[in-house]
DNA sequence: AATTTCATGTAACCAGTTACATGATTCA
DNA sequence: TGAATCATGTAACTGGTTACATGAAATT
């Protein structure tokens, strides 16, 4: 399935990052969801077991049968080539403003996964992007906020600034991880 | 329709707080959508009319027709009594962990209606228990960075200390906030 | 006259939610 | 042996996305 650059959802690459990280079973991600602050992903298995069957139909991911035979197959999965060169081509997508403005939560999922799979150079990369990009989002906020102010009432005007204050804060965290990965060994 | 209490989507909400701001057609809705920072909201039609129109079957808003016998005949909606009770009712819900984990923009979103939906006093409160919850996720987070700090790689960790910047950041915003609406006229 | 903007809609599709269902294993 | 946990799944539903379609009014 020459399909690789199909778009896929969070709940997707969140699963294809975590058995890129380690083979599991569908149990083991749900367990991830729901006990560790990764992301917000329900951890459902009506969302789960659908999004694993749809990733091995797509030759991304290989389920490993444990127990022939038996009613309830357990399986372990595990990232096939195809796999791995699907998520490592999504890590490496440019940070845009619409990733910024519509999809934070998986741009700090790509975050999470990216020095594993593609590497320091890459991840500075993607830092800097993200910091250019929250800036520059930051500036068009605050030319809102001058050109609203005076519509605006208390709440509505907090609530823009609470989007500048986020967006502030994230381009900030850009700057220090950048000088983290910096200190890394080079 | 009695099932007010029935739960809504975030896109059904802003709906909601948007007519309740002034009257105004699909395409107006589209039109704030389009071209101001409020909420993530898509434009598409295939969203707004047909979430209009579940709108109108619960009973909260009444489209007037404005141009009779026309084929394309242009409606502007209003809320009406039961709408602005279905909105005063979700603007009053307590703020929960779960609502700061999985659906801040809409915490935000309803905090963006509040002033001119439910009042001063109201909005104070929402305010006290969203510092409250932030906060206390913050040292869930906090908890969870110092348990396994030792397992995580320099991205992955980086991943959960954005979470807790940006919990924290919003545990400070609430607090300007309820500085601002305190120094409103009492 | 042609293009843009205003304005409303539908149909096919898809992914996630909720609720239900089943069975194996471990432990008290 | 009964309860909790491990483990996998499905069916009905719902809401949003994409793409398409239509037509009126205003502008160039």
Redesign the pocket.
Known sequence: MGESGSK?????LAILGLIAQRPG????I??VFATTPMGS??S????I??????LEKNGWVRGEIQ?EG???????FSLTDEGKRALRERLLLPVTRDDIIWNLDGLILRFAFMELVVGREATLQFLHQYQREAESYVESLERTREEMKAQMNTSANLALEHGIESYRMNADWAKRGIKAFEALKG
């Open positions: 896929i959802s969070t709940l997707s079973s569908g149990y083991d749900r367990k992903f329900s459902s298995p009506g969302a077991y659908p999004a694993l069957k749809r127990n038996m009613l309830r197959p357990k399986q372990v």
